[in-house]
């Protein structure tokens, strides 16, 4: 029997992922381990733009965007599957992001991260602004 080809990834922001996919990746994530169904697909309506990236029909790799198309663009939750890591995957995700046509105007892009060494290579800096957080209370809600 002749091997079997491994097919290639693609890359689409034609083809948002389905909550239950992109829970998959989540559960994967310390920082997004306890996201619900509910709350994942209610994020997917508000979401400006998504960039994703398959194996197939398997989800292995999701960031998004918030923006204004014009002044400012916040990246947010660049995950990629754990089977996938070390292969360029939120690399290509990231630079497919920047470079997006309908963000080519955009300014600034800001984003909030934990692996600040990842995007340094990719371009960002921690020198030109100071982020601050404020966070809701859950038992306020």
Partial sequence: MP???KSAFTYSNQRPPKAAQLLHLFHQAPWAKDRSLDDAEEMLQHTDLTLCAWDGERLIGFGRVLTDFIYRATIWDVIVDKA???KGIGKEIVHRILNHPRLNRVE????CTRRPGFYEKLGFSSKEQTGMVWRRSR???
């Fill in 84 to 86: 996938y890591q070390g």
């Fill in 139 to 141: 038992e306020s809600c």
């Fill in 3 to 5: 091997p079997t080809l």
């Fill in 108 to 111: 600034l892009v800001w984003l």
